[in-house]
């Protein structure tokens, strides 16, 4: 690895407002991220992919994969983050090396590149990230990218942050890094008003961020920038100006958060979107804070008065799918979102949680979701540390939930099972922010849960004779699923379609 490279990551594990890091020893954090990794597990998320995730949502620059093809491939457009504007961060770019490159270097290859770019397509900025195999090879992005900003009158950004460099989550801090290194602070807003603040850690995914947004409006608070979600370079490049950040996701990017205090002096405070409660408590929190830092005061009292409206409305909206949900158990398997914040949602739509993954968790975290579900420092049954999927599936399949929440990848384990799934990780399609999320993630749970379809599956297969009933099913159909009859009737149709006598084998 570079001497810089090194020298950043060093700087990645100092990070003051990470509790893990501060956790270990002096030893230990010298030593970085020695967890090893299994080959192919980089499918699942390299140093690189995390960079290219955090950043990827600033949609109006050019995001430059050096590399072979196969890493912008891997990462490629694989998460709902919604542009109000420009499409250009859907383009996959690449410099796509061959061997030839390999031997005589890449650079040349990536300094025409960037002139391309800039030809056809004239972004504001060009972000330029390394890969491994550039990386092996010595290609210096840093230096090519000075050159092109030189050359072209435009920031080229180098995002060094190589796939071996270590996992996903070191990925995202090292985007980050480059943020802060060239990009904030090197503009000044066209104006300020003291209601300005920064959303970090928001990416906007399925469109959350405007179902926040309007609350905002309606304070007059101004979104200076969302990094990165639906950001825009000059916004984020002026960011330095803001009163206030928010923190969204604090595993993700909280050294631009504690940097910015460093530097700016702007303070930070961690919040969600998620649940009814959580949304109001960011609202006090984003207003008590710009009070603090000069805005006029009756800020305060405009907050508690739109809260009370909004949560009023809400509490109205989900008052139907309350009573249908009471009592129905969740299986809690999240991952980039916070699961205290989930389980507060959760409990606020009358869902009795089971279980909860606290493998990505910080201490903190667990303190909170403990708090929240009245358990004792003891009692840890309901925190998964690392479920294996047969663990999931005997979940599931002995009636222990009646539903999964989780990321695509464990989806096919509920299906097995025949249990509803719904998906909360980052590739989901439906956006659950503030109190309109709250309905749309209450309708979407009662949807899956009471969708007829499960019904169906779980009629035994017309070939087995031992009445055996697969999946968990109840002994009455749910409200709305296929009634006896018509089970008997889908029975019929199988056995038909397969040639079967309905006398070969018992009804
Ligand atoms: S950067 Fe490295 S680990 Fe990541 S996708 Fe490319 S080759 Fe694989």
Known sequence: MSASLNAKIAEVFEEPGCDKNQGKSEKERKKGCTKQLSPGAAAG?????????????????AHLVHGPIACEGNSWDNRHAASSGSQLYRTG????????????????????SVREIIEKFDPPAVFVYQT???ALIGDDIEAVCQRASEKFGKPVIPVNSPGFAGPKNLGNKLGAESVLDYVIGTREPEY??????NIIGEYNLSGELWQVKPLLDALGIRILSCISGDGRYNEIASSHRAKVNMMVCSKSMINIATKMQQRYGIPYFEGSFYGIGDMSDTLRQISRLLVEQGAPDDLLARTERLI????????????????????????????????????AALQEAGLEIVGTSIKKSTKEDKEKIREIMGLTAEDSAHMIDDMTPREMYNMLKDAKADI???GGRSQFVALK??????????ERHHPYGGYEGMVELVHEIDR?????????VRIPAPWRDDGETLGAVSAQPAAGGAAPDDMRFLADIARRAMGISPDELPA
Request: with cysteine; proline share 4%; net charge neutral.
């Open 93 to 112: 770019f690449t410099t796509d090396i061959s061997e030839l490159d390999v031997i005589y270097g890449g650079e040349k290859r990536l300094f025409k």
């Open 45 to 61: 998320g390299c140093a690189f992919d995390g960079a290219k995730i955090a950043l990827q949502p600033i949609v109006d620059v």
């Open 417 to 426: 099972a025949r249990m509803p799934w719904l998906d909360i990780n980052q």
């Open 308 to 343: 009370e409206v909004e949560e009023a409305r809400a509490w109205t909206r989900i008052a139907h799918y309350r009573q249908r949900l009471a009592g129905k158990r969740v299986l809690l398997i999240t991952g980039g979102v916070k699961s205290w914040s989930v389980v």
């Open 192 to 197: 300020t008003t003291p209601y300005d603040i």
């Open 404 to 406: 999964m929440l989780s």
């Open 448 to 456: 899956a849960i009471f969708n007829p379809v499960w019904q169906q």
């Open 132 to 134: 491994c195999v550039t």
